[in-house]
């Protein structure tokens, strides 16, 4: 692993208690956001239809990073529950609960549990833009073609 990045985070009330996010493994990409449900709560999300889970956290990232939230891919394969607008992006600024949005493109109900592990959250640098006004832009071999044009 390169350069490691200090993430300053909170509980909220809803969040204590749960694990605190870290790496599983030497070179995960990523670390579980785990659902901040009540401890004999549950949350059902019928198929064909989105929910807003909770993980009871906030975090505080360095100014020049941003945080992806990506969908986990034992949930996508085993029961069709993916992140609805994968990647998500936390912005360095935001300081509010982090909040994870899933939908069931399985064809049955998926229940989530206090502790569940729901997402993955990868941190990573971002670059400053600015964009600059040209009338003409320079040629490439692609050109214009998109939507599949580089494939068969």
């Known amino acids: 692993m390169t350069d490691r ?7 909220l009330d809803h969040g204590r208690g749960l694990e605190a996010p870290r790496q599983q493994s030497a070179s995960a990409a990523g670390v579980d956001l785990l659902a901040a449900l009540g401890a004999s709560e549950t949350l059902t999300i019928e198929p064909g239809k989105r929910a ?52 069931n493109h399985g064809e049955a109900p998926f229940t989530i549990r206090r502790g569940e592990r729901i997402a993955q959250m990868v941190v990573a640098p ?11 832009l320079d040629a490439t071999a692609r050109g214009a073609g998109g939507f599949g044009s580089t494939g068969r």
């Open 126 to 136: 971002v670059s400053g833009v600015e964009f600059e006004l040209k009338e003409i």
């Open 52 to 103: 807003l889970v909770p993980t009871g956290m906030a975090i505080a990232l360095p100014a020049g990073y941003e945080a992806q939230v990506r969908p986990r891919s034992g949930l996508a394969a085993k029961h069709g529950v993916t992140v609805l607008n994968s990647p998500g992006t936390i912005d360095a600024d935001y300081r509010g609960e982090i909040k994870v949005i899933l939908i």
């Open 5 to 11: 990045v200090t993430i300053a985070f909170t509980w």
